[in-house]
């Protein structure tokens, strides 16, 4: 039975050439293109890792912006400003 099976198979390929080319060629293209994009993610990964370990372990980020909570009597969502001289800690 699977036999008959794969004979059939593989003479509906033969007897369709064009669609059987055309169906590789995007099952190539697809595998190509995940291969791809999953590279450029792994090599993105690794460069931002190596610069954030570049700066050490020491390090605090601070932007200014709007606090997500109610901090120092001030309602969340006030707006926050810093100016080149504050002391941050």
Known sequence: MTRDLLKEAYGA?????????????????GIATVVILLAFGSGFERAINMIF???????????????????GGAKAGTQVRLKLGTKCL
Not at 13 to 29: I, K, P
């Open 53 to 71: 370990s570049s700066w050490g372990t020491d390090v605090i980020g601070i932007f200014p912006g709007r606090t997500s909570l109610q901090a």
């Open 13 to 29: 390929m033969q007897h369709n050439r064009r669609r059987t080319t055309l169906t590789m060629l995007g099952m190539a293209w």
